[in-house]
């Protein structure tokens, strides 16, 4: 008979990714080998992201082991995150690998050292499974051409598709008004026009979510609040229309109208674009961003970071200030400027547009993510660029940062992710939209299509 408990060997990548992870495997033994406790001893020292997860991972395994009093030959049985989660035990395995792996994986390698110690463990344990947790996608192959169990670490998936991620507007049925218009409510408030409407659609939605119609007079509303069985509906802002420009930007698409009534509206906190390239994200969120820092003055600063993960080989060390070092990772900053710019100034000549490019650059600070920690920032504007290559810890981190005042917005393309061991499922930007969708503070829109040119258009369709 087949006992339930299973036995997980966990890779470092897996500890560096999610440093609790020990810990959300309910009921199963965790091992953790000797060639792991190494290779986190080995990434201690710095100040990288990595660094400090590994330092996070070294506390929380010294916390248990003292807790144990130091017995550790019988495991240590794992503290539970719920009252009502059995947790199993963790274990170091110290013993060296004893199964003999096939011609070619003969070498010392710390991989090859799990798949060996996973070997051990499932002969010891004939009677329960032995599988290999990492986020190394060869490992997991080379292990399943060898027959052993090996699984990706997914307790961090918010997602099991990414084609189910929240976009933030909901097309309405053409019955729609049939279904929802009884006992239907309208008024208006200091020029804006708002409804009430009762039915199965409106119990059903949540704040901020975008609505729209595809008919001979188009209908776009924002859900505002829900009331019971009741939701409150804002008609949009048309920032389509030449007299609602921001800083000379008008939306091309109904998308870009949603993300700038997110982006112009003081009561959004926190606003997540998603979108390809060429869709507007960073043009519409720096126009208002200048819009409502120099005209309306509602923040004192716009601050912009993104992760600096190079697309192709790196260029090493950048010599200069904190600001210099990030200026070759701030191109898109420097395009969507001079874009924002020649609106701004078409009518003032040379000398004009010069000192309008000095004061826009002057209201702009670039920050590395490496110096956010510990940071409160008070009635700024920031802005959070390519933010898909960032885990949930590092968004976390980003977002916790906002103090009175501050509006922050995260912009990114799920489908372009760099950095390593992170999946459109397991992004932090994927965590942060479905985490804070049903806020009425924050707002999501996934822009859809692009708005570069006909080339560019082009390009995108068939290559």
């Known amino acids: 008979m087949t006992n339930k408990r299973k036995i997980f060997v966990v890779d470092t990548n897996v500890l560096i990714h999610d440093p609790t992870s020990i810990l959300r495997f309910q009921e199963h033994d965790v091992y953790i080998p000797i060639v792991v406790l190494e290779e986190l001893d080995n990434s201690k020292v710095g100040m990288s992201e990595i660094a400090r997860n590994v330092r996070q991972v070294s506390r929380l395994l010294d916390e248990l082991v003292e807790k144990a009093n130091g017995d550790i030959s019988h495991g240590i049985k794992l503290p539970s995150v719920s009252k009502d989660i059995e947790t199993g035990h963790l274990y170091f395995h110290m013993e060296q690998a004893r199964s003999p792996l096939p ?67 909901e097309k309405l049925d053409g019955d729609f008004w049939e279904t929802h218009s009884k006992k239907m409510e309208s008024w208006k408030e200091e020029g804006r026009t708002f409804y009430r409407l009762r039915g199965p659609k409106a119990r059903a939605w949540i704040p901020n979510l975008f609505i729209f119609t595809n008919d001979q007079r188009p209908f776009e509303a924002v859900v505002r609040r829900i009331e019971n069985d009741a939701a409150v509906i804002e008609v949009v802002q048309d920032y389509a229309a030449e007299r609602n420009k921001v800083w000379g930007i008008s939306a091309r698409n109904r998308e870009q109208n949603f993300a700038l009534n997110l982006l112009m509206n003081p009561e959004i906190d926190f606003v997540t674009l998603l979108g390809q390239a060429g869709t507007g994200k960073t043009l519409l969120t720096l126009a208002s961003a200048l819009m409502q820092t120099l005209e309306i003055k509602r923040y004192t600063e716009i601050i912009m970071t993104r992760m600096t993960v190079p697309v192709g080989e790196d260029i090493g060390f950048l010599p200069g200030t904190e600001e210099e070092k990030m200026g070759p990772w701030m191109g898109a900053l420097e395009d969507n400027l001079d874009v924002l710019q020649e609106t701004a100034t078409h009518e003032h000549g040379a000398w004009g547009r010069a000192a309008t490019h000095d004061l826009l650059r002057n209201r702009i600070r670039i920050k590395s993510l490496n110096f956010m920690r510990g940071r409160t920032f008070l009635k700024k504007f920031l802005i959070i660029d390519e933010a898909q290559n960032l885990s949930p810890h590092q968004i976390k981190t980003l977002v916790t940062r906002a103090g009175p005042g501050s509006k922050i917005v995260c912009l990114g393309n799920i489908a372009q992710i760099d950095t390593p061991y992170l999946t459109e499922t397991t992004s932090g930007l994927t965590y942060v939209v479905d985490r804070f969708k049903t806020w009425e503070h924050s707002g999501h829109v996934t822009l859809q299509r692009g708005e570069r040119s006909r080339l560019a258009d082009h390009a995108t369709e068939i290559l």
């Open 103 to 169: 011609f070619g994986l003969s070498g010392r390698s710390s991989d090859n050292a799990l798949l060996g110690i996973t070997l051990d463990l499932g002969k010891g344990h004939p009677d329960r499974q032995s599988i290999l947790v990492t986020k190394d996608i060869n490992l997991r192959l080379k292990a399943r051409a060898l027959g052993i169990l090996a699984e990706d670490y997914t307790n961090d998936q918010v997602l099991d598709d990414a084609n189910l991620l929240y976009t933030g507007m």
